[in-house]
């Protein structure tokens, strides 16, 4: 067994990704929420998350991951372009609920 530190937010990210790789998504989706309850306004912490959120397809979680992609693109480096395709994937799945 691996230990890492609690308090720190990486670590939390990027355990949620290989608990995702392995199929474990409610254990990944639980340390994804850690990571950006450590580090709130990290631009990606929020684009993982709002992958977990987009994956479950229902609009509810779509609505979030909406609104976390968002959040992420206002905080997101030069270059850090992944929020921006994402946006555009989870708004066309989105209109699809009012069709």
Not at 1 to 26: P, V
Not at 58 to 76: C, T, V
Not at 83 to 95: F, G, I, S, T, Y
Request: no cysteine; net charge neutral.
């Amino acid at each position: 067994m691996i230990l890492f530190d609690k308090t720190n937010a990486r670590a939390h990210n990027w355990y949620a990704t290989f608990l995702k790789s392995i199929g474990e998504m409610e254990k990944a989706e639980e340390h994804a929420k850690k990571a950006l309850q450590l580090m709130p306004n990290h631009p990606l912490f929020l684009h993982n998350l709002a992958l977990f959120l987009m994956e479950k397809k229902d609009k509810d979680s779509l609505l979030q991951a909406e609104d976390l992609l968002n959040k992420s693109i206002a905080r997101a480096k030069p270059g850090f372009d992944y929020p921006k395709q994402v946006l555009q994937d989870v708004q066309n799945m989105l209109a699809a609920f009012h069709e």
